[in-house]
């Protein structure tokens, strides 16, 4: 087990009967205003009991129940309620990521990724949710990556526990539905069963190239991996690219050490790429520039167009190289006085999907960039930099700590 992921069961309904005892045991509907014209946002186990859905408006809810009680929402203190609860799942493990006001999913550590432990864990939390507030409930999911402990913990409500074990995988998932899967709404069920796939089961059968052609992205890939088990961070709905800009200081606003203030950015930004284990498919780069003032003109003076190029490279996150492709980019670029410039590397993916490179040198290559990037952190930024951004160290201080990336555990 890698992953326990947690889903309070009913939250606002159950948060408006802890602070409204009079509310339990009775069907709630949640609403946004007391009105005839609206949905229940969220409805309490009573009220589901009889059919009552997120989502269905009023009138419904009252045919389907007609006892049931509607609440105006205080969304003020479902997030107060929310910080209480992610303190109390924190003394009892790290919160990893909170995902929403009443999901979380926490990263397990050496002994705790042993089912038993995993499990003894997902009880504790339960019962350090009762302190909070004696109606709370939640559902546990665990699983060996992040993608499946959420579904996991959407099988069994309320209260549920529910572990896939990475020998079950993917068999374990082949009684879902498709529907069931994250990531897979109405138009992407469509779409699959455009391709005569009706069924987990069938959908486990195919290659991962087939999966990628279908959702026509990356992403069916990485599910092929995510629904064997496999365990990598895929900041894909976050992080698709990775960047820095920086404003020129006078002194560097020429064509020329502009692109060494860009290769000092790229230095930074492809030891981040290291950092999260991830390879760049493309990079960019942008130069704003100063208005052009023509002589004896004292007005506002005439803007210039920024420069903006990009291209599509072999997967790389080595320095030297990107330096290469950076500085070709750099040929299209207008000798304006720059103002500002920046660089970004995108079509990120992660080492697992990452098509080893052929090229013999890659591998020694990426050898002498990791090797600097250990030196920088531990004598600090610039202790070892490539050629040629010596020039302009002083430039764009690095802001970044390594330790404070966010999205670095994301999926
Ligand atoms: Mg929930």
Redesign the pocket.
């Known amino acids: 087990m890698e992953w326990l992921f947690l ?3 009913s ?1 606002f309904a159950s948060v408006e009967q802890q602070e409204r005892p009079e509310l339990r045991g009775r069907p709630i509907g949640i609403v946004p205003l007391i009105t005839e014209n609206t949905c229940c946002i969220a409805a309490s186990y009573e009220a589901k009991a009889y059919g009552v859905k997120t989502g269905v408006n009023v009138a419904e809810a009252k045919l389907l129940c007609p006892h049931i009680e509607l609440v105006e929402a205080r969304p003020k203190l479902y997030v107060e309620y929310h910080h209480r609860i992610v303190e109390a799942v924190n003394s009892c493990i790290p919160v990893t990521s909170v995902m929403s006001v ?2 979380m999913a926490c990263k397990l550590m050496g002994r705790e990724r042993a089912l038993p432990n995993a499990t003894t864990l997902a009880l504790d939390i339960k019962q350090s949710l009762r302190t909070v507030g004696a109606t709370l409930r939640c559902s546990v999911g665990l699983a060996p990556n992040r993608y499946l402990s959420k579904i996991a913990s959407d099988l069994c409500k309320p209260d549920g526990l529910t572990a896939f074990l990475l020998r079950d995988l993917p068999q374990a998932l082949y009684c879902l539905k498709l529907s069931d899967l994250v990531g897979v709404g109405r138009a992407m069920e469509k779409r699959i069963h455009g391709n005569g796939i009706t069924t987990v089961e069938q959908l486990c059968q195919l290659s991962p190239e087939q999966m990628r052609r279908i959702w026509n992205s990356v992403l069916g890939e990485r599910l092929w991996h995510w629904l064997r088990g496999a365990d990598f961070h895929s900041p894909e709905f976050k992080r698709k690219s990775l960047g820095k800009q920086h404003v020129l200081p006078p002194k560097y606003r020429t064509r020329e050490q502009a692109l060494f203030v860009a290769l000092k950015l790229l230095h930074v930004s492809a030891a981040n790429l290291r950092k999260l284990k991830m390879w760049a498919g493309g990079i960019g780069a942008v130069v704003e520039f100063l208005k052009k003032r023509p002589a004896r003109f004292d007005g506002e003076g005439v803007e210039v167009p920024a420069w903006k190029a990009h291209m599509r490279i072999h997967e790389c996150r080595d320095t030297v190289i990107l330096q290469g492709y950076l500085t070709k980019l750099w040929d299209s670029c207008p000798a304006q006085e720059p103002l500002q410039v920046g660089i970004w590397l995108f079509n990120l993916v992660p080492d697992e999907l990452h098509t080893l490179s052929l090229f013999e040198d890659d591998e020694k290559r990426h050898r002498i960039s990791t090797v600097v990037d250990e030196l920088n952190q531990r004598y600090g930024q610039n202790a070892v930099y490539f050629g040629g951004i010596h020039s302009v160290l002083d430039s764009a201080p690095t802001r970044i700590s390594f330790t404070s990336i966010p999205d670095l555990d994301d999926f």
Request: aromatic share 16%; net charge negative.
């Open positions: 889903d309070l069961n939250y009443d999901e």
